[in-house]
Structure formats: C-alpha cells, structure tokens
C-alpha cells in the first residue's frame, strides 16, 4: 500500500502551490471583497493547461487522473476557494464532452476548454431538483434535427463568464427514469438571467439562476445518448473535487493559525504555547490528515475504476466537515482579529459553507454511505 505521492505528483503539486502562493494568495481578499471573477488568474491556469488537466493529451489537457484533480484543488481552493469551483464546474463539463460525446464535438470544444479559451458551465440543478436531480422540469422537445428547450436552472456557477452550459433536460417519460434525461451544450447567451444570489460567501464567482425559453439548438449539440445523460454522469466520480476544496480550506485554516498564535503573545507568551490552543491545533491537523487520506484514496479508486460508493460518501463528508470546523476553530485562536476582514480565516468559513451541500447535501451522501455499510456487513438496507 503506497501513502506517498509520486514524484511526478509531487512536481504538480508544487507548481500548483507556488502559483497559488505567488498568484492567487496576495489578491484573494481583494477579489472576494470585491464580489471580483478571477479571470487572470484562470486565464494563467489556462496557460498551464491546469484547466484541461484531466483531459486527454491529444486534445490539448495534460491527460491526468482523479488524484492529481484532487491534488491541484486542494491547492487552489487553500488560496481562493472560489478559483477552485470555477475550475472544477468547467473541466467537470468539459470531461463530460470528453467522456460521452462525439469525436466530432471532441474536437471542436477540447482543445480550447483545455486552455479555458472556451469556459463551460454546469447547469444541472433547478428549484425542484435539488438533491433529486430526477425531479428536473427542465424539457428538450425533438423538432426534426433540432430540440426545443423550456425550463430554468437555479445555480449557475461561472455563468458570466462562460461560452456554454452544459444543460440536463428531460427527454423522456417519467416511466422511463432516469433513463429520461439529456445533455446538451447551449449557448450561454441563450439564457435570461433570472436571479444574482447574494450569497454567504464564494463571493468572486457567482453562480445565478437562469431561464431557457423555447430554445433551440442543432442535434449535434447533444452530448452523449438520448435519455442517457443523468446515468452516464453517475460514472465521472470528478465530485472529488468537492473534498479536495474541503481538504484546501481546512489546511489553510490550520496554516494561518500556526502562523497567528506562534507570534500573538498574551500573559507573557506566545497564545499558542497555552496546552488548549495546542490541542486544538493538533485537532486541525488530524482532520486534515483523515480528510485528505480519504480524499485521495477516494480519487485512487476511481481512477482505477474500483467501487467508491463507501469512499467517496465518506470523503465528501468527512473533508466538507473538517473544513468547517478547522475555520470556526481558526477564528477561535485568532481571536477578534479573526473576526474581521484584514486576515483570510472568515473568508474561510464563509466559503467552506457551501461544501456540505455543493455536489448533493451531505445528508444524501450519509444516506448512500450507510446503504453500502448495510450492504458491506450484511444488514438491511
Ligand atoms: C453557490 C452555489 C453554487 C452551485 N453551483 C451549481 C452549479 O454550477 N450547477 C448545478 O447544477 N448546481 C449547482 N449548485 C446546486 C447544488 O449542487 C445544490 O444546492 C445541491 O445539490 C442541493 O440542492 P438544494 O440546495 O436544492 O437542497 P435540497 O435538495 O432542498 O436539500 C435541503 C436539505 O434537505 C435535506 N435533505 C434533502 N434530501 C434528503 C435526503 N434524501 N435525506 C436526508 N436529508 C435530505 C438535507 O439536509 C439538505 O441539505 C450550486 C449551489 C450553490 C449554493
């Protein structure tokens, strides 16, 4: 059993962490005050083909796996969670194009999504469809070469700034589910914005509600078979990028504490030579630890095509979790000054938020855990 990274793995996640630290770190407050899209910062991701990093080589990606994604969002996500998302929902789309379409739409959308030239964004959930994406009313009718789409979408990350989202709509009867659902890549501009959530935190990429009325678009922007999107989707496992950001978050939390209660001095002392903070310190670190392990055994699976339906429930929780609780602890030790908008760890917290339920509410991952639990010792279910 090997708990090492690879050398090469190593070498991607310190380019990943340098850019981070050197690109992303000294502007993150800014950006996120300023509700600001990073969109040099994922322009230069682009560049090093970070967007296209689990996409194949000969279509412009770096032709990685699950584990090397988990890597590099962890790392982005420790400077901006925000980055992070972006980065994720686009190349989430992209691989569903690279996985279920055509070698004609290969072609056209790979090469420049690989460099975030062309940027996509995931439009799957709806006010109805929620942790029940089965429950969509988004329709595509069939009209001759074209289909006819009606519904909305209720989040939209990355929606401002992409060329198309990838958008699930119901092609079949309810009978039929969840053979019932496809795929189509549609022009961003063919929506109405509908709602700007003004939201707890990811302040720097929003993530709107949209309406698509009687649109349409040619049959050859359908992506993978008919009625069969929803399932297809099931087999991707790129959700790993949720924990990943999770595992970013929590590590940052536990960075910024060391740093404030090694040199914030109280009763004569540095605050963190006091046994409570210490504790809490070394606290952090386990959830880190326990949540990345999971994480990329989680990845390693996938990757090797192995069962993750107790792994990844147990990632998305675990890893979504410690990143909250290590930010509510990193602004205990950093005191009021963790409280204000001079220092990251709000941020962190705010951010950190919106893990347990982006990529389904942990409570539905609890739910798919404990079937595999019952399956794996022979209980009920
Ligand atoms: C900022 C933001 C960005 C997003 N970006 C995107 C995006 O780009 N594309 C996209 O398609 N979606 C996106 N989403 C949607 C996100 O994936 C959904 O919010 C998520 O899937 C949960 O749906 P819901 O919010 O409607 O919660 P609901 O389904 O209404 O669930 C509410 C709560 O009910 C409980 N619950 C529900 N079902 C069960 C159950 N079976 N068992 C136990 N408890 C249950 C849980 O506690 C859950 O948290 C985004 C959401 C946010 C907030």
Redesign the pocket.
């Known amino acids: 059993m090997e708990f090492e990274l690879t050398d090469e793995q190593e070498a991607l996640r310190d380019e990943s962490r340098t850019f981070a630290a050197e690109e992303i770190r000294p502007n993150a407050i800014e950006l996120d005050r300023a509700e600001e899209y990073p969109s040099e910062i994922l322009a230069e991701l682009g560049d090093r083909r970070l967007t296209g990093l689990t996409l194949p080589e000969s279509h412009g990606g770096r032709g990685e796996g699950l584990v090397e994604l988990a890597i590099v969002i962890e790392e982005l996500a420790a400077a901006l969670m925000s980055v992070a998302?972006s980065l994720a929902?686009h190349l989430g789309t992209a691989t569903v194009i690279d996985r279920f379409g055509t070698e004609a739409q290969r072609d056209e959308y790979l090469p420049e999504m690989a460099t975030f030239d062309t940027v996509g964004?995931?439009?799957?959930?709806?006010?109805?469809?929620?942790?029940?994406?089965l429950e969509m009313e988004t329709t595509a009718e069939r009209d001759e070469d074209e289909w006819v789409l009606d519904g909305h979408?209720?989040?939209?990350?990355?929606?401002f700034d992409a060329d198309y989202v990838l958008t699930?709509a119901k092609t079949g009867s309810e009978e039929a589910a969840p053979h019932n659902i496809s795929a189509f890549f549609v022009p961003a501009e063919a929506f109405d914005v509908e709602t700007e959530?003004d939201?707890l935190?990811?302040w720097s990429v929003?993530?709107p509600r949209v309406r698509l009325e009687d649109v349409r678009v040619d049959d050859d922007r359908r992506i993978g078979e008919v009625g069969e999107a929803y399932v297809q989707r099931g087999r991707l496992h790129d959700g790993i990028n949720v924990p990943a950001r999770g595992v970013g978050i929590a590590r940052a939390a536990l960075e910024d504490t060391v740093a404030y209660v090694s040199e914030r001095e109280q009763y004569h002392q540095p605050v963190g030579e006091f046994q409570g903070v210490r504790w809490g310190v070394a606290e952090m670190a386990e959830r880190i630890e326990t949540a990345r392990l999971l994480t990329l055994r989680a990845a390693a699976r996938a990757d090797a095509g192995t069962d993750v339906s107790r792994e990844f429930p147990m990632a998305k929780i675990r890893a979504t979790e410690a990143a909250i609780d290590n930010a509510n602890d990193a602004i205990r030790f950093l005191g009021g000054r963790g409280y204000t908008t001079d220092y990251h760890v709000e941020r962190y917290l705010r951010d950190a938020r919106?893990l347990?339920?982006?990529?389904?509410?942990?409570?539905?991952h609890?739910?798919s855990l404990a079937d595999a639990v019952f399956d794996e010792y022979g209980g009920s279910s």
């Open positions: 998302s929902l964004a995931l439009g799957l959930s709806e006010e109805s469809a929620g942790a029940n994406k979408k209720q989040w939209v990350t990355n929606f699930y959530w939201t935190g990811s929003k993530s919106l347990t339920m982006a990529g389904g509410p942990n409570d539905v609890r739910n």
